[in-house]
């Protein structure tokens, strides 16, 4: 079946701007997550949806980002008012289910670059 | 707190050549620990997990890693290195509150 796909692939922006980040999951994934990888860094967690419950935000970096999945499926992560340092790789991971024994099946990224 | 720990940025062996990774993770209780592989414009893809039971557990691709819980490691091993090796590396582990942790990676050069 189809993987995790994310659109677009890239994205060049200007500071200041807002920019919108498409994730779809497995069908059938309950669980989604939002990471970004800057340069020479590891995957830092944004944000974590289950089912119907209200998603973990607890890594969102401010209130510039947002994010929102609509019937439990496609996921949408939103940066307003685009810094440089949003500069990164979006990933974004769905799994079956929760706990922390998952393995997450990635989506291949958006390359943001804020100019 | 929980953190993963990937001491070599950048790795080069020659083709053929065995290999080792190395990963250490904090976590204060029993870790669930991840490898995963990134290729050039790829996501990542898991390489193998541990939970419980038999501490080296084998992966896809002819990889393995051995958990040691006396020293906090959980290090990915190959025998012989193959050119499309080649790739990122990331260690993860999974903390409670379904959140995962995940070293910055390890980038693998092999040369023929």
């Known amino acids: 079946g189809a993987g995790v796909s994310q659109s677009p692939s890239n994205k060049v922006t200007e500071k200041g701007k807002d920019v919108e980040l498409r994730c779809d999951p497995i069908?059938?994934?309950?669980?989604l997550y939002w990471y970004r990888q800057s340069l020479g860094q590891g995957l830092e967690f944004l944000i974590y949806?289950?089912?119907?419950?209200?998603?973990?935000k607890s890594g969102l970096p401010s209130d510039r980002f947002s994010a929102e999945r609509t019937g439990g499926s496609v996921s949408t992560l939103t940066i307003q008012r685009t810094q440089q340092e949003d500069s990164a790789v979006y990933l974004c991971?769905?799994?079956?289910?929760?706990?922390?024994?998952?393995?997450?099946?990635f989506g291949p990224g958006t390359r943001l670059t804020v100019l | 707190a929980q953190s993963v720990t990937q001491p070599d940025i950048h790795i080069t062996v020659s083709e053929g050549a065995s290999l080792e990774l190395r990963c250490n993770y904090s976590?204060?209780?029993?870790?669930?620990l991840f490898w995963y592989v990134q290729s050039p414009g790829q996501g990542l893809q898991l390489l193998l997990k541990?939970?419980?039971?038999?501490?080296l557990v084998q992966g896809i691709k002819g990889f393995e890693a051995e958990f040691k819980r006396s020293q906090s490691s959980f290090n990915l091993r190959k025998p012989s290195v193959h050119w499309s090796d080649a790739a990122e590396y990331f260690c993860?582990?999974?903390?409670?509150?379904?959140?995962?942790?995940f070293g910055t990676g390890t980038s693998l050069t092999v040369i023929p």
């Open positions: 991971a769905s799994s079956l289910w929760t706990g922390r024994n998952n393995e997450q099946f």
């Open positions: 976590y204060g209780a029993t870790p669930y």
């Open positions: 541990y939970f419980s039971g038999d501490t």
């Open positions: 993860a582990v999974g903390a409670t509150g379904n959140q995962f942790y």
């Open positions: 949806f289950q089912g119907n419950s209200a998603p973990d």
């Open positions: 069908s059938g994934h309950t669980a």
